[in-house]
C-alpha cells in the first residue's frame, strides 16, 4: 500500500489563521520548530528518507542517524501582500493554484534518497494600519508513500498539542508493518514499483510534477443541511427506481457528497448527442480509497488499529454506466449504490486482489476516471497550534485530472475542492449548487 504512492507529487496543505491571538512572527516560528521537534521524536519516520536499495529494487525509509540527523526543512517566508490577498489566492471562481502552491514548502522527491516532510511558514508583507491583526500560513508538504491521510492527521493533531503544551503525552504511533497479514507484500510491492517507478531511484518523471495548464480548481463548502438535503434526495430516488437497488439505509456524509460530486462531474462532461439519445452505455470509474484500520485481523504483533502510520487504504474501483448516473431521477441513488456496493466489497475482503490493483487501475478510462482522495472525517480546521483553529484549509497537490478532496468543516460541514478541465468547471459548478439546495463556494 505504501509502495503505490511512490511516483505522486507530496500532500501539500495550508493553514490560514488569522486574528490578535496570532503571536509575533519570531515567537510563533520558536514556538513552531522547538514542538515539531518533539513531534518528531515521536514520528521518527517523517524525519528520515525514501530511499531505494538498487540490490534488491525496495524503496524503503532511512530512519538510519545519518538520514534522520540532518533534519526537517523549515522554511520562513514573507508574501507580498496582505493577508486578504492571500486568502483571495483560493477563493473566487478559479483559484490561483501555482501561487497557492507557493505558501508551502517544496519537497523535492522526484529522486530518491528523498525528504518526506518539509514545513513553511509564511507571514504577508503588509499587515494594516499600524500593528494590525497579525497572519499567518503554516504549510506542510509530506510524501505519501510514507503516510496517508489518517496518518497525516495523527501528525498534525500531536505536533499542534505539544505546541500548545509542551508537556503533553503523545500517543505512540504504530508502524510495524508486520501488522499486516499480507505474506507476498514484498513480491506485490517490487510488482508495483516496477510497474510506477521502472527508473528508480528516479521516482517520477519532470512531466508528472506539473500542474497541466487546462486545470482548474475551485473549493465549495456544502452545510450539513445541503448534506442532508442529499441524502434525502438519494432515498427518494431509490424508493422510485421500479426494479433496481433498493438503499437499505440511508447513505453516510462520505456516500452522500461523493455521489454528488459524481454526477454532477459525468453531467458536466456530457456531450450533447449524449444528452438527446438519453443514454450513454460508457462506463464511469470513481476511484475511492479505503481506509482498512480496523479491518484486518491476523498480522503480527496485533490487528491494525488507529494508531496505525503509514498507508493503510485499498482503492475501491466503482462502476457505474454514464446515462445512469446522468439520469435526473435516479442518478444519485445509481451513484450511492455504486459506491456503497464496492466499499462493502473492499472491506469484506480488505486484501483480495491486491496484486491486481494496478491493473484494474490502468485498465480504466483516464477520460472516465474520477478520483476522490482524503475524507469528511478528517477535521482539518481542528489543528489548533495555541492561537485558534483556522480560519481556512487547503488541499494544494493535484495528483490527477480528474480529482475532489474532501475535509471535514465547521458545524457537520464538508469542504469539497475539485481540480477539473476547464471547459467542464462550470457546468460541474452550477449541477452542484442546484442538486445540494445551497452549497456555496467558499
Not at 56 to 71: I, L, W
Not at 246 to 269: F, G, N
Not at 326 to 345: K, N, P, S, T
Not at 389 to 410: I, N, Y
Request: hydrophobic content about 45%; aromatic content about 8%; charged content about 20%.
Amino acid at each position: 500500500m505504501d509502495a503505490l504512492f511512490v511516483d505522486r507529487v507530496p500532500m501539500q496543505r495550508l493553514f490560514f489563521y488569522e486574528g490578535p491571538s496570532v503571536p509575533p512572527f519570531p515567537s510563533l516560528v520558536r514556538s513552531l520548530k522547538s514542538s515539531l521537534a518533539a513531534a518528531l521524536a515521536v514520528f521518527t519516520p517523517l524525519a528520515g528518507k525514501l530511499s531505494h536499495r538498487a540490490s534488491t529494487g525496495d524503496v524503503f525509509v532511512d530512519c538510519s542517524p545519518a538520514a534522520v540527523s540532518p533534519g526537517v526543512r523549515f522554511v520562513e517566508a514573507e508574501y507580498a501582500g496582505s493577508i486578504d490577498d492571500m486568502r483571495r489566492l483560493a477563493i473566487g471562481d478559479e483559484h490561483n493554484t501555482e501561487a497557492l502552491a507557493l505558501l508551502g514548502p517544496e519537497l523535492n522527491a522526484a529522486r530518491l534518497p528523498a525528504p518526506v516532510l518539509a514545513v513553511q511558514v509564511t507571514r504577508p508583507a503588509v499587515v494594516g494600519v499600524g500593528d494590525g491583526p497579525r497572519a499567518v500560513v503554516v504549510g506542510v508538504s509530506i510524501h505519501h508513500a510514507v503516510a496517508d491521510g489518517h496518518s497525516i492527521w495523527q501528525f498534525m493533531s500531536a505536533w499542534s498539542a505539544v505546541s500548545r503544551d509542551p508537556a503533553a503525552n503523545l500517543v505512540q504511533p504504530a508502524f510495524d508493518r508486520a501488522a499486516i497479514p499480507y505474506p507476498k507484500a514484498d513480491e506485490v510491492a517490487r510488482k508495483f514499483l516496477r510497474t510506477i517507478a521502472p527508473a528508480l531511484p528516479v521516482a517520477r518523471s519532470p512531466s508528472l510534477s506539473h500542474t497541466p495548464p487546462d486545470l482548474r480548481r475551485r473549493t465549495f463548502l456544502l452545510r450539513a443541511g445541503d448534506i442532508e438535503s442529499v441524502k434525502r434526495g438519494i432515498m427518494a430516488q431509490s424508493e422510485a427506481i421500479v426494479g433496481g437497488k433498493q438503499m437499505d439505509t440511508r447513505s453516510s456524509t462520505y456516500v452522500a457528497v461523493s455521489s454528488l460530486v459524481w454526477t454532477s462531474i459525468v453531467r458536466a462532461k456530457a456531450k450533447p448527442a449524449d444528452v438527446a439519445a438519453g443514454g450513454d452505455d460508457d462506463a464511469c470509474y470513481l476511484l475511492v480509497p479505503a481506509d482498512l484500520r480496523r479491518r484486518l485481523v491476523g498480522g503480527a504483533p496485533a490487528a491494525v488499529d488507529e494508531r496505525y502510520f503509514g498507508n493503510c487504504v485499498a482503492p475501491c474501483f466503482v462502476m457505474a454506466a454514464a446515462g445512469d448516473l446522468r439520469d435526473e431521477r435516479a442518478g444519485l441513488a445509481r451513484a450511492a449504490a455504486a459506491i456503497d456496493d464496492a466499499v462493502r466489497a473492499r472491506l469484506e475482503d480488505p486484501l483480495g486482489g491486491a496484486e491486481r490493483w494496478l491493473e484494474r487501475f490502468f485498465a480504466a478510462s483516464r477520460e472516465r476516471l474520477t478520483h476522490m482522495g482524503s475524507s469528511n472525517r478528517f477535521m482539518a480546521y481542528e489543528v489548533d497550534f495555541g492561537w485558534g483553529t483556522p480560519s481556512r484549509v487547503e488541499l494544494v497537490s493535484l495528483f490527477a485530472r480528474e480529482l475532489v478532496l474532501l475535509l471535514g468543516a465547521k458545524d457537520g460541514g464538508v469542504q469539497v475542492t475539485v481540480a477539473l478541465d476547464h471547459a467542464h468547471m462550470e457546468g460541474f459548478a452550477a449541477n452542484l449548487l442546484r442538486v445540494s439546495g445551497q452549497g456555496n463556494k467558499v
